[in-house]
């Protein structure tokens, strides 16, 4: 079966004062009907670019999507026409963006920005599109929906902001729902809430779901495969669970040893990765991550790795990588 | 919401009582004062008799404190402004009959500053940095940077020349004749909005630009929303909050251009009122015609303060 989703060598570049800058570079993945995929990366990785750019909506100037497809159901997004791509936004695919705070507009009211898509895809009157806004509050268990429809976006929590988001995004029951780090500007113990509220969701409607986040743990507990970026590529790709138990990229062990896990022993300490994310107007010539490299060589500085099969469904973007796998924790 | 209009509305009562003192003042201070006029155009001689007869006459003998103090009262207790100290006709039936002629005006002016600048100030933020914002922003420099007088007066004087074509000096009045009114006070108003308009279409490009990077923008795109209605209904609204006090802050500058445009193109409303009772030296009307404007200048800043309430859900008055 086809995927639903396949982005094939897509690269986006941002003219800028230094120079152009490859904010994604030669990325490629698929997505199936129903299946959640995590892109982790820090940031600058170049996650974000790649989610708006599957949707296309990099601001063009400075930014601009130089290379790739990006296939989905059958037809490539980078190639239809302004008005062909309009009625796949918000329809058959929906975003959800990392600042509830910042995401809704202050001056409308809740419910009417969760009724837009219903009314502008399916043509449904406003007041029809309104009674569907407050079924679809109750779905991401907003209490008392009814009057919270009529409220404006100052007056919720930031959870609460966000919950509406998740409505606005499932209001069109959309094959793909993008989330783009939806629990980083929240309080911790909402976080919690929100990703299971999204999985449970997507799951119900058998969307599949995006994952964009900086947080493995997530990773380890929502999603059913994972990519990782780093200075604009992909640096590693498999299913959730190899990656999480066999990691075979520096950077990935790095980051599982940067996060405080439950089944470590107590006492032991969090290991940071030095140094700092690459500039990607600067890239050296070698692997991206090199400089920040323990296991660092003469090969990796000079010779930039491609991504390969580690193992039939895990990629790899080491030179080192079969070497990796067998001394995790180290 | 009842409270909040209550407290401005009594807030208006020092700034009106602050504000009449200084122009009571002032105009009684300018050099060359009503008696020296009036004895001068009658021909009547200038003994000291005839001056002592007509201050008295007039009720300027009084030290300036008590005089003021008698203008208040007959505001307070008769609801009277005096009286004309040329005609001796009541100043409030002369305001009252100017009043809505200046008013007309302004509002048109409002209507063309806002009419032009606002779809201008939209157009040239979306396009921001091509040929057609730069053109637009020239055209918003040289309206801000020609005088309205002066171009008032090159409009009665050039289409004369050329074609034996001049607006109409002879006022005719909306009771009268609605469209002959219309589009004798349209010129007027075109140049007095001219400038505002210049001024609104400039910050309604900078907050477009400003709001068109909002996140909720980018929210309204990825919904699938044109770039048209993602403008009308996500950023025009948002942008328009700081256009809106501008409304208010200009609305002096706006009394402030009658009066030099009511002259020029001979429209029989407050402004013109003002300047000839100035050359005059007409005492009550001044300071009647100041009273007016400052309560009316209290009042629009009243509205917009108000109106705020609709376009921003987060103000609300209590």
Redesign the interface.
Known sequence: MAPLLSVKGLSTEFRTERGIVKAVDNVSFDLAAGETLAIVGESGSGKSVTAMSI?R?IPDPPGKISAGEVMFDGQNLLTLSDEQI??????RI??I?Q?PM????????VGL?IA??IN??RKTPWAAAMDKAVELLGRVRMSDAASRVKA?P?QFSGGMRQRA?IA?ALACQPQLIIADEPTTALDVTVQAQILALLKEVTRAANSALILITHDLGVVARYADRVCVMYGGRIVEAGPAREIYARPRHPYTIGLMASVPRLDQEAGSRLVPIEGSPPNLANLPPGCAFAPRCRRATDLCRNHRPLLVQSTPDHLSACHFHAQLSANVGT | MQAYIIRRLLALIPTLIFASLIVFITVRLIPGDIIDLMLSSNDIGADKKSRVQLEAALGLDKPMVSQYFRWLGAILFEGSLGKSLWQNTPVMEEILHRLPITFELGLMALFVALIVGIPIGVYSAVRQDTVGDYVTRSFAILALALPGFWVGTLVMVFPSIWWGWSPEVKYIAFTQDPLRNLAQMAIPALILGKAFSAVVMRLTRTMMLEVMR???I?????????TRTTII??AL??ALIPVVTLVGLQAPVLVGGTVILEQIFVIPGMGLLLLEAVSQRDYPIITGVFLVVGVAVVLINLLVDLSYGL????VRYR
């Open positions: 949707l909506l309009r009625a796949i936004r918000g329809n929906a975003m963006f600042e910042s995401s809704l507009n202050p001056s409308l009211t920005q837009e898509p502008l895809h404006y100052h988001m606005m | 909002q996140d909720y980018r929210t309204a795109l990825a919904k699938g929303l044109a209904r996500h609204r948002n376009l921003d859900p987060k």
